[in-house]
């Protein structure tokens, strides 16, 4: 079942709230049984209060049995009395039963129904709340592009009629779904524009309690820990100004659950602002109401103290809080809860100078993210296929586009499995080098920020095609756009131009992994090099598609012959020629700077970050040109731009 929304739109009057809360449930029983043996005298609007209270009752009770029989008294003495206010409060809270019972099929089959009741008698409150339903729906099943395309519908409909309400809901929901999509940036501007809508309405605070949680989140996760302390600040005081309708002004006060999410945010915050003095304060007050729990919420309170003990160096107190916790999760109930705790004890052991208990865990912590990121991709192509369907009339045109998503979807599989080979190869390293690393820590910590840097790269070269496959992809699955056959050409043409790319790039990503497992090549064949050297150029000419002049220049006659291997030095060229292609501006290259030209041949350096690529492949050149007994150097006298210098042996 899932959890119940803060937000929901059917709140609980105070007093009986109140009464409720912590109490066995012969209590709330009692109640229920009080009000029923009032019902026969009452009558008018005080007999559909009185069905009003007993629904609360149940809903915050969680007796599911008793809440659907009294969502049917609340909706059928309403009808009976005309009071359409209450009859649209009984029918969302109808779809509510059924989101909350994971009733999908009911849901989806009532909302129609019940949404156009509610736009009949104009309640844009529960309107926009009963739709943000299904697009929470979509979302938490790991739907995120369906909740998308919803969201924005949602969107687009209280824009036209200037709803602030909607578009806070509708803005909230975005964050939420480019979050679980890894949508940073856009999961940011959908909060801010969240918040900015919803503090122009009268009943938008309640949501803002859900947003500043997630918001903060999504702050975390880029860094931007000044904004977090700013919105952390607006948390405060939302809590501080409501502490009576939340049932916060007795004497507990500030040490309920309500500020224990505020605490571990801002500390959150203060860690990464490097204050961690004021931070282990605020996290002491979460631990206090958290100690005896057993839910999420001391889950991050211990791995929040797990991060500051780390942070202070104090690495024994670290692992105890993680020690805490890490045992009562598991990968089927909280894949996502085990990675982050796996992640890390694997720090803190690296910290700690544990370097093989490191290793291990860091490989464990490789199994399951590539286990998670295939379970995502699998529940992205289900969607795919959902998305895709259209009339008999585009059936033919939509099999040719799902063609195109299905290839592209196999490369990023194929590609996140490589990703976990390259990540094993350099576990592998570490622990073969345990003993050099103990002497020299530094070198182990730069060695992991360059895996983790080189594991990020790879993420953004493949997300970058893969944004214009997919918003092309949707904008060709929804039949409300109308293209025209040249505009159709032009999408179909951009999908299969970044799904070259893509499979480029892991076909680079094979070709290196390849040759690292090569120790030699066979020099073994008779080589024309006039003949070799055209083929290449030809073969270029092709991908160039006439944007630059290929020039071959040649000093030997057509007979001159070398003994190598063909395929290696076919490698080698191809790079070359590729490089020359890609940093050629105007009528020359653009050249390598000389402070940089001794690091050229080093993996993963890239003289310019923002070109596409590993930095791989001048690497790859120069280990097979030494594996044929030659040699691959960079010119530094010429200065026309790039000049390498290809020497091998005649034997």
């Given at each position: 079942?899932?959890?119940?929304?803060?937000?929901?739109?059917?709140?609980?009057?105070?007093?009986?709230?109140?009464?409720?809360?912590?109490?066995?449930?012969?209590?709330?029983?009692?109640?229920?049984?009080?009000?029923?043996?009032?019902?026969?005298?009452?009558?008018?609007?005080?007999?559909?209060?009185?069905?009003?209270?007993?629904?609360?009752?149940?809903?915050?009770?969680?007796?599911?049995?008793?809440?659907?029989?009294?969502?049917?008294?609340?909706?059928?003495?309403?009808?009976?009395?005309?009071?359409?206010?209450?009859?649209?409060?009984?029918?969302?809270?109808?779809?509510?039963?059924?989101?909350?019972?994971?009733?999908?099929?009911?849901?989806?089959?009532?909302?129609?129904?019940?949404?156009?009741?509610?736009?009949?008698?104009?309640?844009?409150?529960?309107?926009?709340?009963?739709?943000?339903?299904?697009?929470?729906?979509?979302?938490?099943?790991?739907?995120?592009?369906?909740?998308?395309?919803?969201?924005?519908?949602?969107?687009?409909?209280?824009?036209?009629?200037?709803?602030?309400?909607?578009?806070?809901?509708?803005?909230?929901?975005?964050?939420?779904?480019?979050?679980?999509?890894?949508?940073?940036?856009?999961?940011?501007?959908?909060?801010?524009?969240?918040?900015?809508?919803?503090?122009?309405?009268?009943?938008?605070?309640?949501?803002?309690?859900?947003?500043?949680?997630?918001?903060?989140?999504?702050?975390?996760?880029?860094?931007?820990?000044?904004?977090?302390?700013?919105?952390?600040?607006?948390?405060?005081?939302?809590?501080?100004?409501?502490?009576?309708?939340?049932?916060?002004?007795?004497?507990?006060?500030?040490?309920?659950?309500?500020?224990?999410?505020?605490?571990?945010?801002?500390?959150?915050?203060?860690?990464?602002?490097?204050?961690?003095?004021?931070?282990?304060?605020?996290?002491?007050?979460?631990?206090?109401?958290?100690?005896?729990?057993?839910?999420?919420?001391?889950?991050?309170?211990?791995?929040?103290?797990?991060?500051?003990?780390?942070?202070?160096?104090?690495?024994?107190?670290?692992?105890?809080?993680?020690?805490?916790?890490?045992?009562?999760?598991?990968?089927?109930?909280?894949?996502?809860?085990?990675?982050?705790?796996?992640?890390?004890?694997?720090?803190?052991?690296?910290?700690?100078?544990?370097?093989?208990?490191?290793?291990?865990?860091?490989?464990?912590?490789?199994?399951?993210?590539?286990?998670?990121?295939?379970?995502?991709?699998?529940?992205?192509?289900?969607?795919?296929?959902?998305?895709?369907?259209?009339?008999?009339?585009?059936?033919?045109?939509?099999?040719?586009?799902?063609?195109?998503?299905?290839?592209?979807?196999?490369?990023?599989?194929?590609?996140?499995?490589?990703?976990?080979?390259?990540?094993?190869?350099?576990?592998?390293?570490?622990?073969?080098?345990?003993?050099?690393?103990?002497?020299?820590?530094?070198?182990?910590?730069?060695?992991?920020?360059?895996?983790?840097?080189?594991?990020?790269?790879?993420?953004?070269?493949?997300?970058?095609?893969?944004?214009?496959?997919?918003?092309?992809?949707?904008?060709?699955?929804?039949?409300?756009?109308?293209?025209?056959?040249?505009?159709?050409?032009?999408?179909?043409?951009?999908?299969?131009?970044?799904?070259?790319?893509?499979?480029?790039?892991?076909?680079?990503?094979?070709?290196?992994?390849?040759?690292?497992?090569?120790?030699?090549?066979?020099?073994?064949?008779?080589i024309k090099v006039n003949e070799l050297c055209d083929d290449l150029i030809k073969a270029s000419q092709m991908v160039n598609n006439g944007r630059l002049e290929l020039i071959y220049d040649s000093h030997v006659d057509d007979t001159q012959?070398?003994?190598?291997?063909?395929?290696?030095?076919?490698?080698?060229?191809?790079?070359?020629?590729?490089?020359?292609?890609?940093?050629?501006?105007?009528?020359?290259?653009?050249?390598?700077?000389?402070?940089?030209?001794?690091?050229?041949?080093?993996?993963?350096?890239?003289?310019?970050?923002?070109?596409?690529?590993?930095?791989?492949?001048?690497?790859?050149?120069?280990?097979?040109?030494?594996?044929?007994?030659?040699?691959?150097?960079?010119?530094?006298?010429?200065?026309?731009?790039?000049?390498?210098?290809?020497?091998?042996?005649?034997?």
């Amino acid at each position: 079942m899932k959890e119940r929304n803060l937000s929901t739109i059917l709140l609980l009057v105070l007093l009986l709230l109140s009464s409720i809360q912590g109490k066995a449930q012969t209590v709330y029983q009692r109640q229920i049984d009080s009000i029923r043996h009032e019902i026969p005298k009452l009558k008018g609007k005080d007999l559909i209060e009185a069905y009003y209270k007993i629904y609360n009752i149940c809903y915050y009770a969680g007796d599911v049995k008793q809440e659907r029989s009294s969502i049917t008294e609340l909706l059928e003495e309403s009808e009976r009395q005309g009071n359409i206010e209450r009859q649209g409060t009984a029918r969302v809270a109808l779809l509510y039963y059924y989101y909350n019972t994971d009733l999908i099929d009911s849901l989806l089959l009532e909302f129609p129904k019940q949404q156009q009741f509610l736009l009949k008698h104009q309640d844009w409150k529960l309107y926009y709340d009963s739709w943000v339903l299904i697009a929470n729906h979509y979302t938490f099943t790991g739907h995120s592009n369906t909740a998308l395309r919803e969201l924005k519908r949602m969107y687009e409909d209280a824009q036209s009629r200037k709803k602030n309400y909607g578009i806070g809901l509708a803005s909230y929901g975005m964050g939420n779904a480019y979050m679980d999509i890894g949508f940073h940036e856009e999961a940011i501007q959908s909060y801010e524009r969240c918040i900015k809508a919803l503090q122009k309405t009268e009943y938008g605070n309640s949501t803002l309690l859900d947003v500043y949680p997630y918001y903060c989140s999504v702050l975390s996760e880029v860094k931007n820990y000044q904004r977090m302390l700013e919105i952390t600040d607006l948390w405060r005081a939302y809590l501080d100004s409501h502490k009576k309708e939340l049932g916060l002004d007795g004497e507990k006060g500030s040490n309920t659950s309500y500020y224990t999410y505020y605490y571990n945010s801002r500390a959150t915050a203060l860690m990464g602002l490097g204050k961690l003095n004021e931070a282990e304060e605020l996290l002491t007050k979460a631990y206090e109401t958290t100690k005896d729990l057993k839910d999420n919420s001391q889950l991050t309170v211990f791995y929040n103290l797990g991060q500051l003990y780390m942070k202070k160096g104090n690495y024994e107190k670290a692992l105890d809080f993680n020690n805490q916790i890490i045992g009562r999760y598991t990968v089927q109930e909280d894949p996502s809860g085990v990675l982050m705790l796996k992640k890390q004890r694997a720090e803190i052991m690296l910290q700690s100078h544990r370097f093989e208990e490191a290793a291990g865990l860091y490989k464990q912590v490789f199994y399951l993210s590539d286990s998670l990121n295939v379970k995502s991709v699998k529940n992205q192509l289900n969607e795919f296929n959902t998305l895709f369907k259209v009339d008999e009339l585009e059936k033919s045109k939509q099999e040719e586009h799902t063609r195109h998503v299905y290839i592209v979807l196999g490369v990023i599989i194929g590609a996140m499995i490589i990703i976990g080979i390259v990540g094993l190869y350099f576990l592998k390293r570490l622990h073969q080098k345990n003993h050099e690393l103990a002497v020299a820590l530094d070198h182990a910590q730069e060695s992991d920020r360059m895996k983790t840097a080189f594991v990020q790269h790879i993420s953004h070269e493949i997300r970058t095609p893969l944004n214009v496959i997919t918003g092309f992809a949707q904008v060709i699955g929804n039949p409300s756009f109308k293209l025209s056959t040249e505009q159709r050409e032009n999408i179909v043409n951009s999908i299969e131009t970044n799904t070259r790319e893509i499979t480029n790039f892991v076909n680079e990503l094979l070709e290196f992994s390849e040759n690292e497992g090569q120790n030699h090549y066979s020099v073994t064949d008779d080589i024309k090099v006039n003949e070799l050297c055209d083929d290449l150029i030809k073969a270029s000419q092709m991908v160039n598609n006439g944007r630059l002049e290929l020039i071959y220049d040649s000093h030997v006659d057509d007979t001159q012959t070398i003994k190598s291997n063909t395929l290696a030095l076919q490698r080698i060229l191809r790079q070359l020629i590729g490089n020359g292609m890609k940093f050629t501006v105007t009528d020359t290259g653009i050249g390598i700077p000389a402070e940089v030209q001794d690091r050229i041949f080093e993996k993963f350096y890239k003289v310019d970050s923002f070109k596409k690529g590993l930095g791989l492949g001048l690497p790859m050149a120069y280990r097979i040109a030494h594996q044929l007994g030659g040699d691959l150097r960079l010119d530094k006298e010429y200065t026309g731009g790039t000049r390498f210098i290809l020497s091998l042996p005649n034997q």
